[in-house]
């Protein structure tokens, strides 16, 4: 049986930019992914979103996700061929959306098809510290940070309705831009003190629904993917548990790297 230092799961770009820092730092990393295709969304490509038929995921058993993922895999299959083919979609549609197919070189065991749903929003840690809309635009300045987010509190739309008027009509979805990137405290990637104390969440951060629209972007979780490789390093170095390290420790660390944890606006 192999041992390893540091145990990663998730090949995302948080896990893979974590795995680097781990063993740049000179630990022996594992990193565990339930499939073969690293990267996440910087090397999965984009989906389509099937309003209102995802409620049910985040807490639901694995028969219900299945089922959850099969319909949403019918759905995107028949809408491209739905504009590909039917005759009320306009020909010259049609022929723009021809050409589409599914990439060759691609999921070769599963009919080209990917295994995984992108989870854009789910279950998230609940942490001593929780990233808040106020802490995304800055009326709460955080001690700790170890990251900094800066795109806008973006959500997709929850559910479709008919409006007064007779149209069919999106709800719940939000942009809202921010005026300068915010920092994200370690303690939103550690759990509760007295709760699991070798444990780092860097994507299911510790984060309200307004502010994860901002926090869930990839760059994001590369940053905090390199952050939290770099604690657990130190954490080990230090024989101390992630809630004891100190932060300083920490950030002379991650400034050491060209880490950048602050914003500081051009003179």
Sequence with gaps: MSLFDIAIYGGTSAGVIAAVQAARMGKSVVLIHPGEHLGGMTSGGLGFVDVGENWEYPEADYATRARIANEHEQWQRGLIWTLQNHPRVPEKVREQYAPWGLAGDEFVDNGHWPTQLYIREARRMIADHVVTENVARSKEIVPDPVGLGSYAMDSHAVRWFVSPRGFMTRD??????????????????????????????????????????????????????????TAACLAIDYQLSLQDLPYDVLRTRLGADGQITRHDPPQ
């Excluded at 984060?207 to 939290?228: I, K, N």
């Design 172 to 229: 719940g979805g939000m942009f809202h831009p921010l005026s300068k990137p915010f920092g994200i405290s370690y303690r939103a990637i550690v759990p509760k003190r007295g709760g699991c104390v070798n444990l780092l969440v860097p994507v299911c951060a510790s984060a309200t629904h307004a502010a994860y629209g901002s926090l869930r972007m990839e760059p994001t979780f590369m940053v905090l993917g390199q952050s939290a490789a």
